[in-house]
């Protein structure tokens, strides 16, 4: 059975059927987990077994789980010596990094794990004390890895097992050389987790070289529970009028509060400037933003003392807030499967929440392969007292360049044509998501840089934090 979906299917499976330790069911009870889900069910009993697994499968599956359960209790027996962790996880972004050691914070109470978490804005020193301890597990961006590496604080040949979690993630970060380096530093003989939300020929390429015979687990991409659980709406306006379109719809809508999208850094900042202008209570979430900044912000937003929040795509990856209501795609995002990710913040559990795209014309063939992804067209949406434009299709653009440009209003249009308002800047041209891919390629190194440069373009972030656990001090002996 290779098409499962998240919440939707019940087969009287529990976790006590998995393999699992007492100490391991304990905390799942105390995380209120019911029923493992789909990917846990498959998964957990083969690497209880100390099988390779290829997961193809996307965040809010459950797959952190799925490969963090089961590493507690193989962990469990054995440990660490000082700098030789015996597990890595490596991870494209810190927040994710940052979630997984959460993970492991809570399904791992009842044991004694030590863990580092390597990731770039925190100092490295502390991290290195950590390491000098010894670590069972340790969660790592791959250039901040290398560099502890390099800088020889760090022996990875005590590795027994690798996870590489998000890979194809990786791949559009320009991170697989780093990965392939580690992996030549690894033991041949491991235990390799391998997760990728999509399995492009590179990402198949890499698992065939770092996995032994794996146990190929694919659950079904997020698209239908989405379209199941989250109204969609996509409004078609001028690029000029969208800040106006999204206050239209906050107030028409008696939104009270919501996650707003941008695709570049620089946009995060120019629309929540804008909201706080027009007196909505937004903050923006981005990777320019320091750790205690970006922390400050999302507890702030957790506890309702921000409304709305301005973020970008690592957001959308590394997010986990209860009863999200509504999402808006302020910008449509360039890779379709970002906008499931995005979307995939509200409407959870089978949960009711909202979806509203803002698209300009030129967005017409990434709506064209994110309505192909979801298999069914975005209902459209008229916002009052708005005109509305018809999306360009390949055909339209070449037509409009020979006619000489086009960016007129459509017959539709006839709202109130507006003088363009301080808060608007001018517009700016859509980057052609090929050539952004093929230039994220050659980025690599320092997390740090990489965040940062990549906001540029896919903006993303959430913070550094490092969990409570991570600053107890490690076992002296278990
Ligand atoms: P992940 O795909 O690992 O990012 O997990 C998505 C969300 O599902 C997280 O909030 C987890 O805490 C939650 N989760 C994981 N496993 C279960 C489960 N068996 N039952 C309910 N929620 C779960």
Redesign the pocket.
Known sequence: MNQIF??YMHDGMS?LDLGLSPEVLKA?DD???????P??KEAIPYVLMTRDVLGC??????????FTLPMIDILSSGRAKARMPRSLILTPTRELAT??AE?FQ?YGKFNKLTMALLIGGVSMDEQTKKLDRGVDVLIATPGRLLDHFERGRILLNDIKILVIDEADRMLDMGFIPDVEKIVSLLPKIRQTLFFSATMPPEIRRLSDAFLMNPKEITVAPLSRPAAETVTQRLSIIDQREKREALRRIIRSENIETAIIFCNRKRDVDILNKSLCKHDFNAAALHGDMDQASRLETLEKFKDGSINFLVASDVAARGL?I?DLPVVFNFDVPMHSEDYIHRIGRTG??GREGHAYTLASPPDGTLVESIEKLLGNEIPRMEIEGLGSENLDSSDDRRGRSRRGGGRGRSEKSKGPKRARSDDQPPTEKKADPKKGRARSEKRRNSDDKNDKSREDKNVVGLGDHVPAFLQKPARASR
């Open positions: 998240f919440f976790f799942i995380a209120g987990y019911v029923e493992p889900t990917i846990q499968a996307q965040t809010g599956t459950g797959k952190t789980a799925s979630q997984i993970n809570i986990d209860e959870r559990a």
